[in-house]
């Protein structure tokens, strides 16, 4: 069956330093969305891509899909700790399911 | 608006009890979809639901789990005769009707924390 992988599963980072999160489907994708989870929270939906080879943004936040459409990324410049939380993608199939996969998530925590 | 809504949020159960989830979707919404989450780990997909029909309940384990979303009222998530490997996060998630539902957000309710002693 279709597996959404994430790399890093774990990330520490120094607050000011950026952070990047990388998503791998083993089938090509539909559409990705990407949410974050604080921690003893819920997600809470960040972005979806749609287009091969998309790049979004929202502030200190980038979003990019593969030109494939199997692979994405979100980086966050300069980190703060209001950015704490674990980042997970979510992966609907070109069968055009409505079925989201989620990635494994990256579990990200910001050193003040 | 109100968001998603679930009850309860924390739920102690020993082992052999039945376990009721609910969740009220957002006003409007008509899809809705239960995960599971245990500690440290993703969200796994159980259900997804529309009103009074199952879609596609291929993550749920084949015995003792059931959900339903009927005309009135929340959707529910029953768990039979509970066991310690069903202490979890569940988490329900409601999106509003379309052509394209797979193109539309998720919006998450805070989840029930279950506990089976």
């Known amino acids: 069956g279709q597996q959404v992988m994430q790399i890093p599963q774990y990330q520490h980072v120094q607050e000011g330093e950026d952070f990047t999160t990388y998503c791998n489907s083993s089938?090509?994708?539909?559409?990705i969305q990407w949410y974050k989870q604080r921690p003893g929270g819920h997600p809470v939906f960040l972005i979806q891509?749609?287009?091969?080879?998309e790049v979004k943004k929202q502030k200190r936040l980038t979003f990019q899909f593969g030109e494939a459409k199997k692979n994405s990324s979100l980086h966050i410049t300069a980190t703060q700790t209001t950015d704490v939380g674990t980042y997970f993608c979510?992966?609907?199939?070109?069968?055009?399911?409505?079925?989201?996969?989620f990635g494994t998530g990256t579990r990200l925590k910001v050193l003040a | 608006n109100a968001g998603v809504m679930q009850n309860p949020r924390h739920l102690v159960r020993r082992r052999g009890q039945e376990a009721r989830l609910r969740c009220s979707p957002m006003?409007?919404?008509?899809?809705v979809y239960w995960y599971r989450q245990l500690p440290e780990e993703g969200l796994k997909f159980m259900v997804y639901?529309?009103?009074?029909?199952?879609?596609?309940e291929s993550g749920m384990p084949k015995e003792r789990f059931s959900a339903e979303f009927p005309k009135e009222g929340p959707s529910i998530l029953r768990i039979q005769q509970v066991v310690r490997g069903d202490s979890a996060a569940y988490f329900c998630?409601?999106?509003?009707?379309?052509?394209?539902?797979?193109?539309?957000?998720?919006?998450f309710g805070p989840g029930t924390r279950l506990t089976v002693l």
């Open positions: 089938t090509t994708l539909s559409n």
């Open positions: 006003k409007g919404h008509s899809h």
């Open positions: 998630a409601s999106s509003p009707p379309g052509v394209r539902t797979s193109y539309n957000e998720q919006f």
């Open positions: 891509l749609v287009k091969s080879g």
């Open positions: 979510a992966g609907d199939a070109t069968s055009g399911t409505y079925k989201y996969i």
């Open positions: 639901l529309q009103k009074e029909n199952i879609i596609d």
